[in-house]
């Protein structure tokens, strides 16, 4: 594996997880053996000791990279901020809680590759979910919501496993919970999204983070947001080279109608 040229860049937000950071490393590193890879893990403001933790890390493993937020600000901007840091052209997204199993990163890669370049996220999609009554019941209500008034041909839009052509993802238009919006993003830049369903786990230590207030009604304001932005963009233009480009355009809009 060379640290300096990764073929993928693996984004860990994690906001008080130290508990679970040392084994779900180990585990996406398995995972990704034999591939060129980097993890870059973005430590959102905690106080349990996570930046400390991953520097004694980094000194045994030189795929490990680490950014801090000196305070809180969320999952969507560590995801952010781990992407302006990535190296790789395929961009993988996994919470930091454990909860996502890493094992399924060959499988998102492959459905990605087989896909083709129109094809710029495979996203995971969970089952067999061990989260709270509650928050299973919050999660089904919205993503039911979001898939009728985007349509964004995704069942589970929540899911933190993801792989994106980080070319397009750069392309996104950034606010806080993106994350839960990638597959209508994408959408409206005119690629496709492929998906692998992923069997949920129970986290190891502590609790999460992130709650489901945090995410109800900002999260409807969200959607509509979303369901604007896909509204005011009808056309994604088809740009063909005429003169003084060589190799590829220098876009990653390549498609045409959504």
Not at 41 to 60: F, I, N, R
Not at 74 to 103: F, K, M, W, Y
Not at 133 to 150: E, H, M, P, T, V
Not at 187 to 196: A, D, K
Request: charge should be positive; glycine fraction near 10%; hydrophobic fraction near 40%.
């Amino acid at each position: 594996m060379s640290a300096a040229e990764p073929d993928i860049s693996v984004i860990v937000p994690a906001k008080d997880e130290r508990d679970n950071l040392g084994e779900l490393i180990t585990e996406i590193s398995v995972a990704l053996d034999g591939r060129l890879f980097e993890i870059i893990v973005v430590d959102d403001g905690s106080s349990d000791g996570t930046a400390g933790y991953l520097a004694e890390l980094a000194q045994q493993a030189p795929y490990l990279r680490g950014l801090r937020h000196e305070v809180a600000c969320g999952q969507s901007a560590s995801v952010r901020s781990g992407l302006h840091a990535a190296r790789g052209r395929i961009v993988v997204t996994i919470d930091g809680d454990g909860e996502n199993d890493p094992a399924y990163i060959p499988a998102l890669l492959e459905a990605l590759e087989a896909a083709g370049p129109g094809v710029a996220l495979a996203a995971g999609q969970r089952t067999g979910r061990k989260a709270s009554w509650a928050k299973r019941q919050a999660s089904r209500l919205a993503n039911g919501l979001r898939g009728r008034l985007l349509r964004d041909q995704t069942r589970d839009s929540g899911c933190g496993l993801k792989a994106v052509r980080r070319e397009v993802f750069l392309l996104l238009p950034y606010f806080d919970s993106w994350h839960r919006f990638l597959p209508a993003l994408v959408l409206r830049e005119g690629h496709g999204v492929t998906h692998v369903d992923i069997v949920d786990r129970q986290r190891r230590h502590g609790s999460s983070k992130y709650g489901i207030f945090d995410r109800a009604l900002i999260g409807i304001l969200d959607l509509y947001g979303v369901w604007w932005l896909r509204r005011r963009r009808r056309k994604v233009p088809q740009v063909t080279p005429i003169a003084g480009f060589s190799g590829s355009v220098p876009t990653s809009v390549a498609t045409g109608k959504e």
